[in-house]
């Protein structure tokens, strides 16, 4: 499997979509502190028991994500989404996904929350 970026967001035209958590089991293929590498290809890997990471969205965290989204705002604990098109794309790649989980709040039928993986880093 390659190694892939992680996309969080929302693509609405009215209202907000709230993300409350994210935890994704997987190996980082980037180094927290330094740029970020292109996805290469990586040998399979186990599952790891603990998620490589949680994100409980009470602040931007720069060590994750590249660049906080137009649209995304931190409010009592969730990140919230507003606009179209808007996405925080993870700082590197992950390799060997194994779990993905998500608490989030539809509040409108035309909120789109989007969670993506992708070999493309834009």
């Given at each position: 499997?390659?190694?892939?970026?992680?996309?969080?967001?929302?693509?609405?035209?009215?209202?907000?979509?709230?993300?409350?958590?994210?935890?994704v089991?997987?190996?980082?293929?980037?180094?927290?502190?330094?740029?970020?590498p292109?996805?290469?290809?990586?040998?399979?890997?186990?599952?790891?028991?603990?998620?490589?990471?949680?994100?409980?969205?009470?602040?931007?965290?720069?060590?994750?994500?590249?660049a906080?989204?137009?649209?995304?705002?931190?409010?009592?604990?969730?990140?919230?989404?507003?606009?179209?098109?808007?996405?925080?794309?993870?700082?590197?790649?992950?390799?060997?996904l194994?779990?993905?989980?998500?608490?989030?709040?539809?509040?409108?039928?035309?909120?789109?929350?989007?969670l993506?993986?992708s070999?493309?880093?834009?």
């Amino acid at each position: 499997m390659s190694s892939c970026f992680r996309y969080i967001g929302a693509d609405n035209d009215v209202g907000a979509s709230q993300w409350y958590d994210l935890s994704v089991w997987g190996i980082p293929a980037w180094d927290v502190v330094g740029p970020s590498p292109a996805p290469t290809e990586a040998a399979p890997t186990p599952a790891p028991a603990l998620p490589a990471f949680t994100d409980e969205f009470l602040a931007f965290d720069p060590l994750l994500w590249l660049a906080q989204c137009e649209g995304c705002t931190y409010a009592g604990g969730s990140l919230v989404v507003t606009g179209d098109s808007q996405l925080l794309r993870s700082r590197g790649t992950f390799v060997g996904l194994s779990r993905v989980t998500a608490t989030l709040t539809k509040n409108d039928e035309r909120d789109d929350h989007g969670l993506v993986f992708s070999v493309l880093s834009a």
